[in-house]
């Protein structure tokens, strides 16, 4: 069923077991300095079997939350909140990270005002769990899933996420979405990506195998 919300941004969290994160990402959502009526939140709780949907809960009201009964894995969540919006713009966060107050302002604006680019990422600060900032991190350099602003119609026109990479989807839609379209960088630390030890990208075997496939399919 389509979100009939009249907003023109979508920011979209997939989440499985993050109650620990998931408050500190919303409350930094919900303080943009943006107009609340521009940008809605939908979450979707992938499964989850902690507290996620009691953190969610405490946020009824400002954001949108689809449950899956079962785990699907995230880019199947991912896919399913796509298919839900229907903004002009959408923005992945993931829900063990957090963003600055500008953070969907200068994203917006800068999408809006320079119409050759499609797709505008910005810098982000790797963090620690206590928020310590680590280092900042060049976006195109190092590139990461979130902090980028995508025009919704063509990422549908792509094909979406890839939902046999359980790991690299976004590596695997970047591939995709650069044979048709640009990204073009925001040179401001917008985004704070922590780094954790539950990070899905410290299993080394998980991510080899992944990374197989995608040298696979894209021939690399």
Do not use: W
């Not at 060049?138 to 792509?158: E, H, L, R, S, Y």
Request: proline share 1%; glycine share 4%; charged share 25%.
């Amino acid at each position: 069923m389509k979100n009939k919300n009249k907003a023109l941004i979508s920011v979209v969290i997939a989440i499985h077991n993050e109650d620990k994160h998931i408050g500190r990402c919303l409350r930094s959502l919900l303080s943009q300095n943006i107009s609340k009526e521009l940008f809605q939140i939908v979450v979707v709780n992938d499964g989850s079997s902690d507290k996620t949907s009691y953190a969610l809960g405490l946020f009824s009201g400002d954001i949108i939350v689809i449950n899956n009964q079962k785990n699907l894995g995230l880019p199947a969540s991912l896919n399913k909140a796509i298919d839900y919006i229907n903004t002009k713009y959408f923005v992945r966060v993931d829900g063990d990270d957090y963003v600055g107050n500008n953070f969907l302002l200068f994203l917006y604006s800068f999408i809006i005002n320079n119409k050759h680019m499609d797709a505008i990422a910005c810098d982000y600060n790797l963090i620690n769990e206590k928020e310590k900032v680590l280092e900042r991190k060049n976006c195109m350099k190092d590139p990461i899933a979130c902090g980028i602003i995508f025009q919704t119609d063509q990422i549908v026109k792509i094909g979406l996420y890839d939902e046999s990479f359980l790991l690299h989807e976004e590596r695997d839609l970047r591939i995709r979405f650069l044979k048709k379209y640009n990204i073009h960088r925001l040179e401001l630390p917008l985004y704070r990506y922590r780094q954790h030890d539950n990070n899905i990208t410290n299993n080394k075997e998980a991510v080899e195998n992944h990374m197989s496939h995608l040298i696979s399919k894209h021939n690399l």
